[in-house]
């Protein structure tokens, strides 16, 4: 499925459920030592004058934090701490009347003591996203159900940005986008649904949050290349570029061409690369004047040594294609089949075969004819070549195809070129014969030396 076409990431919680073998661990939490909580009343069951008090004091209960290390401790505590945050999540959701003035205090304080805290180290110091499981969240029991009333809490019809904007500042917005390297995918499944919800309530944190995951991204490209939630943030940034209003701000252009572009160059693309390419894509429909320095950016960083990078990029190199102005199509011709034509003569069958595959695209394909008269240059010697030489049959039916396409599109082109190729080949073999005849007598001048001598 092309990036372009996926549905909305927002619309989904992760599928993906922890196996009993996996790695668990606790973040550090500042954990109450010794405290034992009791079942307060419920609150569908107290009098109504009584409920909000009753709500104040639940949501205190429930900024105790627990030490989830050992299975063995404090679980009454915990148990009653769960069932009251199921409690409080059915209550905000089904009841009116409930975000008065003075809980939001309360309330973000309570989300604040469960989720904003500093991650434990990995267990592995060279944990691979691809190879390694990932170190699951111990105290997940609690801190799912603290996410998700934090959710119900900011999508609800009685929610008031203008209250709750006194304690969302950019300080909570700085932690919890630090909980981004989370190992715990759950955990970064919720956390991209909530910085959305955050986003879009909140105007005046919207280029504080644009900024610090420029931040995280420049850290992840030329210092760390560790980050375990660029997927995610990717994600959130697609929902964001979508809602840009144009003409597009310098700001968000400079984004694309010093942060998105130089993301395709870390070795962990394969693990986000097709929400990398949703956001290329987004800036292009949104700005067409944007294709050319997108794919010069993309050619600057091809890759040249990993065939499976390279079959990603030619992928997205078709997407941004799919949108690309025909008024600015000449301005790539002669990069872009340049690296097509190094692409075709890979190897590797699958880089050839994706590069071809460009000609089953209809769009493309009509681009192409358009200019066929510059194009074809470019690419039929490397084509030419290929259909001679190349290992595999797959790919020397593609060429055919493509070259009897070009075939039709101009004739009298194709066997000026055909000719063209015909002369170089010949001139080649006569000057590699004349090589030869050259070493062959430099050998017999050395041999007549040596008898002389």
């Not at 630090?178 to 309530?201: A, I, N, Q």
């Not at 894509?281 to 700005?287: L, N, P, T, W």
């Not at 001679?388 to 797959?394: F, G, L, P, V």
């Not at 170089?424 to 073999?429: A, P, T, W």
């Amino acid at each position: 499925m092309s990036a372009t076409k996926r549905v909305d990431p927002f619309l989904r919680k992760s599928s993906r459920l922890p196996s009993k073998n996996r790695k668990q661990h606790s973040s550090s939490f500042l954990i109450q030592k010794c405290v034992e909580i009791e079942p307060l009343a419920g609150l569908k069951d107290a009098p109504t004058e009584k409920r909000e008090e009753l709500f104040l004091q639940k949501l205190q209960q429930c900024s105790i934090i627990f030490d989830f290390s050992d299975a063995m401790v404090d679980v009454k505590s915990k148990e009653v701490k769960r069932a009251c945050l199921n409690e409080l999540i059915e209550y905000i959701t089904s009841e009116k009347g409930v975000l008065m003035e003075r809980v939001y205090p309360e309330i973000i304080q309570m989300v604040a003591n469960n989720l904003l805290r500093c991650l434990s180290p990995s267990d592995n110091p060279d944990f691979d996203p691809e190879e390694d499981e990932p170190t699951l969240e111990l105290a997940w029991p609690h801190i799912q159900l603290v996410y998700e009333f934090f959710l119900r809490f900011l999508e609800s019809p009685e929610f008031s940005h203008q209250i709750a904007k006194k304690y969302i500042d950019q300080k909570f917005v700085l932690q919890l986008l630090e909980l981004f390297d989370s190992e715990d995918p759950r955990e970064r499944d919720f956390l991209k649904t909530t910085l959305h919800r955050v986003y879009g309530k909140f105007l005046g944190l919207r280029a504080y949050i644009r900024k610090h995951i420029n931040n995280m991204f420049l850290r992840y490209i030329y210092e760390t290349e560790k980050l375990n939630g660029v997927s995610e943030l990717l994600e959130i940034l697609g929902s964001i570029i979508n809602g840009f209003a144009l003409p597009l701000k310098v700001e968000h252009k400079t984004f694309l061409q010093r942060v998105l572009i130089p993301l395709h160059k870390a070795r962990g693309l394969n693990l986000y690369h097709s929400q990398l390419a949703y956001c290329v894509v987004q800036f292009v429909e949104k700005d067409s004047t944007l294709a050319e320095p997108v794919l010069l950016g993309l050619f600057k960083f091809w890759p040249k040594v990993n065939s499976s990078k390279e079959v990603m990029f030619l992928s997205e190199v078709e997407e941004v294609l799919d949108v690309i102005d025909p008024a600015l199509f000449p301005k790539v011709i002669s990069p872009l089949f340049g690296q097509i034509s190094k692409c075709v003569t890979s190897a590797h069958f699958q880089v050839a075969e994706r590069a071809l595959c460009l000609w089953n695209n209809e769009y493309i394909l009509s681009l192409i004819e358009e200019h066929c008269t510059s194009i074809m240059p470019i690419m039929f010697n490397s084509l030419y070549r290929i259909s001679r030489e190349h290992w595999n049959q797959s790919i020397v039916a593609l060429v055919y195809n493509v070259l009897k396409t070009f075939m039709e599109m101009n004739q009298e082109l194709f066997d000026e070129l055909g000719a063209s190729y015909k002369g170089y080949c010949d001139g080649k073999v006569q000057a590699d014969e004349k090589r030869e005849q050259l070493w062959q007598w430099l050998d017999r001048l050395s041999l007549e030396k040596k008898a002389v001598n």
